[in-house]
T-cell receptor
Framework: QKEVEQNSGPLSVPEGAIASLNCTYS??????FFWYRQYSGKSPELIMS????GDKEDGRFTAQLNKASQYVSLLIRDSQPSDSATYLC????????????FGQGTELSVKP | GAVVSQHPSWVICKSGTSVKIECRSL??????MFWYRQFPKQSLMLMAT?????????EQGVEKDKFLINHASLTLSTLTVTSAHPEDSSFYIC?????????????FGNGTRLTVT
């Protein structure tokens, strides 16, 4: 089992719709969870960080964390073509010495 | 704030030569820097963790004698790809963590695209 798993996609949504991205992780003692966006040929940029169970909202983005289910998700409301990118879920735990472990990424395509 | 600068942004070298990539934290001190490698259509794979003033910790399967890491100061880590081969062609990305902020997000450099001919 991979440490961090995501559906590779591609996920295609129409402009204005909600895009839902999912991620599961295997290390039960993981503490910190991040969503990064990566455009083709560029390095990742941080979208959201979440540390405790529940929802965290920032503009059009909402991160959801459920530690019991070892599940973290990212919702993008009112999706725009500029949101088209690969979204990487990343997990950090003390057991891993603070290393950030990435999922394989989900490619999102927002169609105008 | 929290800017990480990586240089060069791209490099083309001949097989058998060595290439050095620099990673600098411009406005913060980073006791720990991480080096990742990303092949096309794949995710970021951690190569090694670089700690200021001590030896780097390499991930399983990463040759420490081939990928030399030096973290001589709180703002600079370097990765040297020695005797590069075409299969080393990849996107190398460094990241840095604020000193004393274990749970803070990592800040990434812009990456270095290495092409070995």
């Amino acid at each position: 089992q991979k440490e961090v798993e995501q559906n590779s996609g591609p996920l295609s949504v129409p402009e204005g719709a909600i895009a839902s991205l999912n991620c599961t992780y295997s290390d039960r003692v993981s503490q910190s969870f991040f969503w990064y966006r990566q455009y083709s040929g560029k390095s990742p940029e941080l979208i959201m960080s979440i540390y405790s169970n529940g929802d965290k909202e920032d503009g059009r983005f909402t991160a959801q964390l459920n530690k019991a289910s070892q599940y973290v998700s990212l919702l993008i409301r009112d999706s725009q073509p500029s949101d088209s990118a690969t979204y990487l879920c990343a997990v950090k735990s003390y057991n891993q010495g603070g290393k950030l472990i990435f999922g394989q990424g989900t490619e999102l395509s927002v169609k105008p | 704030g929290a800017v990480v600068s990586q240089h060069p942004s791209w490099v083309i070298c001949k097989s058998g030569t060595s290439v050095k990539i620099e990673c600098r934290s411009l406005d913060f001190q980073a006791t720990t820097m991480f080096w990742y490698r990303q092949f096309p259509k794949q995710s970021l794979m951690l190569m090694a963790t670089s700690n200021e003033g001590s030896k780097a910790t390499y991930e399983q399967g990463v040759e420490k004698d081939k990928f030399l890491i030096n973290h001589a100061s709180l703002t600079l880590s370097t990765l040297t790809v020695t005797s590069a081969h075409p299969e080393d062609s990849s996107f190398y990305i460094c990241s840095a963590r604020h000193r004393g902020q274990f749970n803070s997000p990592l800040h990434f450099g812009n990456g270095t695209r290495l092409t070995v001919t």
